[in-house]
């Protein structure tokens, strides 16, 4: 191996672990090129291709640009980001700068918040998004459908419940060790 290979391994290397650190996801990155000032808007303003090589080094798997594109309208879809009123200018929504803010919910004193759930077969994937939910808000895992976390994010987690239409599927509880 050459030295300049050698060297353009670590250069990369070491720009891959700086973005991962900074952002969390490929939507995340997207999310945060609508931020005026931000390094991924002035990336994606002045050099798009290499805020484009970015999102892709992003990925702990290897994504396609299709893969990308569907993320973008993903977030369109899902309201995180609208346009003005010429349509041609994206922004980032309230909804979408939530997403961008880091969830740290309070420890609870004496008290644990319990999620039960019973989420038809036919909604699957809600159930799935559900979980991953519970383990990003640091639930526990009880039972199958019964997941149980010592920190207060009943708030996040109602909103996240009514969006997704799951409240008659879902209940949340606090409650105390006897």
Same mark, same amino acid.
């Given at each position: 191996?050459?030295?300049?290979?050698?060297?353009?391994?670590?250069?990369?290397?070491?720009?891959?672990?700086?973005?991962?650190?900074?952002?969390? /996801? +490929?939507?995340?990155?997207?999310?945060?090129? $609508?931020?005026?000032?931000?390094?991924?808007?002035? @990336?994606?303003?002045? *050099?798009?291709?290499?805020?484009?090589?970015?999102?892709?080094?992003?990925?702990?798997?290897?994504?396609?640009?299709?893969?990308?594109?569907?993320?973008?309208?993903?977030?369109?879809?899902?309201?995180?980001?609208?346009?003005?009123?010429?349509?041609?200018?994206?922004?980032?929504?309230?909804?979408?700068?939530?997403?961008?803010?880091?969830? /740290? +919910?309070?420890?609870?004193?004496?008290?644990? $918040?319990?999620?039960?759930?019973?989420?038809?077969? @036919?909604?699957?994937? *809600?159930?799935?998004?559900?979980?991953?939910?519970?383990?990003?808000?640091?639930?526990?895992?009880?039972?199958k459908s019964v997941w149980i976390s010592t920190f207060d994010s009943r708030e996040y987690l109602k909103s996240e419940i009514k969006q997704n239409k799951l409240e008659n599927f879902v209940q949340v509880?606090?409650?105390?060790?006897?």
């Amino acid at each position: 191996m050459s030295d300049r290979t050698y060297f353009g391994t670590i250069k990369f290397m070491s720009e891959y672990d700086r973005l991962g650190k900074k952002y969390r /996801s +490929p939507l995340h990155y997207i999310l945060a090129g $609508l931020i005026p000032y931000t390094e991924a808007n002035v @990336k994606l303003t002045f *050099k798009p291709n290499q805020f484009f090589n970015d999102l892709e080094k992003l990925d702990r798997i290897k994504i396609n640009k299709k893969a990308i594109r569907s993320t973008y309208y993903r977030a369109v879809k899902n309201g995180l980001i609208e346009f003005s009123a010429n349509g041609k200018n994206p922004r980032l929504t309230n909804k979408g700068q939530s997403k961008l803010m880091p969830f /740290s +919910p309070e420890k609870l004193e004496n008290s644990s $918040l319990m999620v039960i759930f019973d989420i038809p077969e @036919k909604d699957r994937s *809600k159930r799935r998004q559900l979980r991953i939910l519970l383990r990003e808000l640091a639930f526990s895992q009880v039972q199958k459908s019964v997941w149980i976390s010592t920190f207060d994010s009943r708030e996040y987690l109602k909103s996240e419940i009514k969006q997704n239409k799951l409240e008659n599927f879902v209940q949340v509880f606090e409650a105390h060790r006897i």
